[in-house]
Structures are given as C-alpha cells and as structure tokens.
C-alpha cells in the first residue's frame, strides 16, 4: 500500500509540474539567453503551435541539445556532450505511439508530447524504484515512505519534468541497484549499463559493483571459515575470490561498454568522418559558422583531440565548450550559482558527518568487517545509520566533492538528485527526528497524525506525512521548515525560471 500512496502523489506531482510550466511559460516572457536554439528546418502543422504553448516550456536550456539530436542525429560537436539513451527514447515514441499524429504535428511537436510522456512514466518508475531500495536498505518502511514522497518534489524537479536525462537515469540507476542488492548481479549490470548510455556519471556505478559482492564474498568466506576444515575451506576461499574477480570485471566492462562505444562513435565521426558540408541543410550549417560549432567535413583536416594519446570526445567537450575543470569554476562571478547549490551540499555533507559520527568504527573499516559497535551486515540495525547505508553515503560525498571542484556548481542539485538516494534519505530522517508532529498518534487536529487506529486497534495505511505537514507549516519545527521549505522553492523556482531561460540549469 506504501507503493500505490508514492505512485499516487507522484502522479499528482507530475500533472501539477506540467501544468504549471505551462502557466508560468505563458505568463512569463522567455529571457534571450546565449543559449543553443537550431532554426527550425521543418515547416510547422496544425497543431505545432499548440503543442509548443502547452509544452514549449519543456525544450529550453540543454532540452534543445536532447530534441536536436532526436531529430537531427548528432551533427554538432558539442552535442556529443549528450549521450545517446534519451534521445532514441524521445525518437523511439515520435515515430511509434505518436506516428497517428504526424499529420498535425511535426517532428518537433511529436518530440516535445513524447518528452512529457516519457519523463512522466519515467519519473513514476524511478519512484517505484527508490522505494524499493530504500526498503531494501534502511530496513525501515518509515524511513522508505517518507524518503520516496520527499523526491516526489524534489528540489530538481523541472529537470525530472523537461527534456533531460535525469528522470531516466534515475529510474536506470535506483532500480540497478536495487538488483544489486537483491543478488540479482547480471541484471543489475544490465540496468546500470543502460544508465551508462543515458549519463556518463553511470561511471560512478562502477563502485557499486566492486563494493556489494566484495561484502557478499566476505560474508561467504566468514560462513566457510565456521563450517569447513582442512584444504576443503582453502579451496571454498579461492573459489569466491575467482568468482569475486570474474564478476567484478565483467560487470566493470558492461557498464562502461556504453560510454566507450559512444565515444568510438565521436571519434569515427569526427577523426575520420564520411560526410561533406554539402549534405547538411545550410541553415544549420550557418548556425556552425556562426557560432564556431565544429560539424564532420571529410574534406577537412581533423580536429587536434583526434591527435590525442586518448582521444575522448567528452573530456574536449567539457573542456573546450563548457570550460569545465578542476577549480575553474571557483570565481566571484559564480558565488551565485555556489549560493543555489549550497542546500543540497549542505544535505550530503550533513548525511557523511552524521553517519560518521554514528558509525565511525565502521566507516575507518568501509564497511567490510563485523565491529563491536554493530551486529555485522546480516542483520542491520534499521534507519539511516544502517551499516547498509555506508556505501551510499561514500558514493553522495564523491559525487558532492566531484561536483563542487570539477564542474559548473549550479548543476550539483540535480546531478545528486538524480543519482544518489542519500539527499532524500537524510531528509527524511531528519524530519522524523526533528519533527513532533510526525510522532503524534492522537491531536486536536487527526489531519496532522501519520498513523489512524481502527476500533480494534489495527493500523491502517499511513496517510502522505508531507500533505499532512504542509497546512501546519508555521507550526512545524525549524528543520522541517528548511527541508520542506526547501524541496518546494526548489520545485516551483526551477519551473519558473528555467522554464523561460532565465538562469536555473
């Protein structure tokens, strides 16, 4: 029943956030951004025009790059900075579920319905899947259920809503894990190389991969070294160490597969294309000229990364065209974007001092070994500070410390919303250590109790705590406050303000 309440508010929350990018986009005039706009080489139909009033709101910022490629394939050289998933999935329905629309709507127009529909159904399966882990990990349905109704408005909403990966990647990479932690290896690689293909920092998941089994494979040798004697347990210890190394490298090599044959595909593009300038429309070639976008030309000399001793199109991207590298973003000119970043740095610096402060035996370990603090990895204590939850906690901080030092700072919400559970899991759990009303079984007012008793004393299906709070915000306690007040700015400013291309990206 915790599952059809989650599904239900993120319903709820999907058709609030597309209504309302629609009704702030109208009513608020676009803001002439330096930012990438492709002329439109395909003349509009009927309904073209509607679609765009309705769902225009939804393509702005790198949204542009998603839809172009869907469209265009990759034809500029910076559009390799976006990978290859998204797009085919938008492409994917515009030519399947939406063909019976092509005489009203143009690609474009069958591109932009089909961002909604995706992210959408997206967005509700990586709920489903958040939750799943969450119950899986935290041992605690409490905990879980609150955790999934706080990403249901999330602080990076509008990115879960528009046309970007994240909501994809999400759904790819909670329910990975997932997998992962239910024994279900193959599976999990699988999963989590398909969220490769959707965002590089699928990388990161890589970590997953060695850490979970090695935790397994030391719970093995554990069970051996108590049951078995003589050369029979030697041979039990080589045999999970070979089985360890076998499948710490060949899922290793599944979820990179995709990135390394993406960045095959830019080289084989670029280093040694196949077509000339006069195959592409010269509206778009006018755009390159314009703006210095490199396109592949057969006839022309090949660009200088090509010449590389590693010649990776993404790192020439984010370095030429994004200027992204260590420290190069720490400058009193961006002290704003540091300001809009700093909440969700705050939550993953909070989640690694908490757990380190309750678990430090544990993480000077990583987690490995049994401590006399902790009764060992079988049967974990519930909550947040579950040994369970180490892992998670070591991926939000490498994540936090990466994003703060080596890219553009403002992109830290929802490059961690997207990609780790520990913001959402910290946040619940501190709401209900902060906050009384969550602890309420009888009040003056039943809208604020979490639980309801029946006359027999049987609990029924615990109402949304956040909806349930939200009326009562004046009287909440001041973390409750911060973390709400927080999620929701965050969820209506993004839709505000990056909906019309004013600075939210």
């Known amino acids: 029943m915790d599952v059809r309440a989650v599904l239900e508010f993120a319903t709820v929350t999907r058709g609030l956030s597309l209504f309302l990018q629609a009704v702030l986009n109208a009513a608020i005039p676009d803001h002439d951004a330096d930012a990438f706009r492709p002329p439109r080489t395909e003349e509009p139909l009927y309904l073209d025009s509607v679609v765009d009033w309705l769902l225009g709101g939804l393509s702005h910022w790198d949204a542009e790059h998603f839809l172009f490629i869907a469209e265009k394939g990759y034809l500029y050289e910076h559009n390799f900075a976006f990978f290859p998933l998204f797009p085919v999935v938008l492409r994917g329905l515009a030519e399947t579920l939406l063909w019976p629309l092509s005489s009203w709507l143009s690609v474009r127009g069958r591109l932009l319905v089909a961002v909604a529909l995706a992210n959408s159904a997206l967005f509700l399966l990586s709920v489903v899947a958040l939750h799943a882990l969450s119950r899986i990990v935290l041992q605690d349905r409490r905990l879980a259920l609150l955790s999934s109704l706080l ?54 998941n890589i970590g997953f991969l060695l850490y979970l089994p090695s935790l397994h494979a030391i719970s093995q040798i554990r069970v051996y070294r108590a049951t078995t004697k003589g050369h029979t347990k030697v041979f039990h210890y080589i045999w999970v160490i070979v089985c360890l190394l076998l499948t710490s490298l060949l899922g290793t090599a599944i979820i990179a597969l995709p990135f390394c044959a993406f960045q095959y595909y830019g080289y084989r593009t670029f ?9 592409i429309s010269p509206a778009l070639l ?18 200088l990364w090509c010449m590389r001793p590693l010649p990776l199109l993404y790192s020439h991207i984010q370095d030429v065209y994004w200027d992204v590298g260590f420290l190069r973003y720490f400058e009193l000119k961006q002290i704003p974007n540091f300001i809009l970043a700093l909440p969700m740095a705050t939550l993953g610096i909070m989640a690694a001092y908490a757990y380190f402060h309750a678990n430090p035996e544990l993480c000077m370990r990583l987690g490995l070994w049994e401590t006399s603090a902790n009764r060992g990895l079988d049967k974990p204590s519930p909550g947040f500070f579950n040994p369970r939850v180490f892992v998670y906690v070591v991926h939000s901080a490498v994540l936090l410390v990466f994003g703060t030092l080596c890219m553009h700072v403002q992109v830290l919400t929802r490059f961690m919303a997207s990609s780790s559970p520990v913001p959402f899991w910290i946040s619940a759990h501190l709401l209900l250590l902060n906050e009384p009303l969550l602890h309420r079984r009888k009040t003056s007012n039943p809208n ?21 709070l939200l009326p009562h915000f004046k009287a909440c306690s001041p973390t409750t406050q911060s973390i709400l007040g927080y999620f929701l700015s965050y969820w209506v400013l993004g839709l505000a303000l990056h909906c019309n291309f004013l600075p939210w990206t």
């Open 151 to 204: 990403y249901c408005i999330t602080p990076a909403n509008v990115f879960m809503t528009a046309g970007y990966s994240e909501s994809l990647f999400a759904a790819l990479t909670f329910g990975g894990l997932f997998l992962l932690e239910k024994g279900f290896t193959f599976r999990a690689c699988l999963a989590l190389s398909i969220a490769t293909a959707a965002r590089s920092n699928g990388l990161v």
């Open 286 to 303: 006018s755009l390159a000229e314009r703006k210095g976008y490199r396109v592949p030309d057969e006839n022309g000399p090949p660009p």
């Open 271 to 279: 280093c040694t294309p196949s077509t000339s300038l006069e195959r």
């Open 448 to 468: 604020v109790q979490l639980q309801s008793h029946s006359r027999n004393g049987c609990k029924h299906t615990p109402q949304n705590p956040i909806t349930a």
